[in-house]
């Protein structure tokens, strides 16, 4: 005998992907802007060298924090795919290995940050180079890391939408808050594509990172509140 039964979603599943995704939120924010901005001089190889020098702590400590960011990162996108499959099974993949890719191509890409330190910190790198030249390949390989991470946002900005789209044509999560990720994505995908193609403009379009930003806060404290709506199903 078939009977129809009210099954719930694993709100307990969204309250985990809102709390890792708080994380990433923190951990991101904080390696970014409290580690890279003040380590980090633009055009100015001597004195970033210096501050790394003189802030080694604070250097690992935004190793630490995109490490923290991107093991999370590798959790929400699982949990997100079990969380909107019940929308499309395929789309959500989808969403999860685009995700799944940037979290490999930014876990990849933080050697090149790690490889500052290295050489500005070992003796055996200081062979055959001057102090000066250490300086500068240091702040080559800050900047690789920089372009490596807007590499990694294209892989986001995808995801983004893709989990947006899915967001928005679900009955269990307001609407309003996947047209923000679909927002956000576009954002992620036009920021990361002008650094490549027209670095010139990106100072222009640094106000708008505000959009992902708000969007991906909204989402994060939605999913731990864990209000999502029953499913039904057949048992």
């Known amino acids: 005998m078939s009977t129809q039964t009210r099954k719930p979603l694993p709100?307990?599943?969204?309250?985990?992907?809102g709390f890792l995704y708080l994380i990433i939120i923190v951990c991101g924010i904080f390696a970014e802007v409290g580690v890279r901005a003040n380590l980090f001089v633009e055009g100015d190889a001597n004195a970033t060298a210096s501050n790394i020098l003189g802030s080694e702590w604070l250097f690992k400590l935004g190793f630490i924090a995109d490490s923290i960011m991107l093991l999370s990162d590798v959790a929400v996108a699982v949990l997100l795919y079990v969380l909107l499959k019940p929308v499309s099974n395929v789309l959500s993949l989808m969403a999860a290995a685009f995700r799944l890719t940037q979290?490999?191509?930014?876990?990849f890409n933080l050697l090149m940050f790690y490889a500052a330190m290295l050489l500005l910190n070992g003796e055996t790198y200081r062979i055959g180079?001057?102090?000066?030249?250490?300086?500068?390949?240091?702040?080559?390989?800050?900047?690789?890391?920089?372009?490596?991470?807007?590499?990694g946002l294209l892989f986001f900005g995808v995801s983004s939408i893709m989990v947006g789209t899915l967001v928005s044509r679900s009955n269990y999560l307001p609407k309003p808050l996947g047209y923000g990720l679909i927002a956000g994505g576009i954002v992620y995908l036009t920021g990361s594509f002008t650094r490549f193609i027209a670095p010139g403009y990106l100072s222009k379009l640094e106000p708008a990172y505000i959009v992902p930003?708000?969007?991906?806060?909204?989402?994060?404290?939605?999913?731990?509140?864990?209000?999502l709506r029953p499913q039904i199903s057949d048992a």
Not at 11 to 17: D, F, K, L, M
Not at 130 to 142: P, Y
Request: aromatic share 12%; proline share 0%; charged share 15%.
């Open 103 to 107: 979290a490999a191509v930014l876990g």
């Open 213 to 227: 930003l708000i969007a991906e806060l909204a989402f994060c404290l939605w999913l731990l509140l864990g209000r």
């Open 11 to 17: 709100s307990a599943y969204s309250r985990v992907t």
């Open 129 to 151: 180079f001057t102090s000066e030249q250490l300086d500068s390949l240091a702040l080559l390989f800050l900047k690789i890391h920089s372009h490596g991470y807007d590499l």
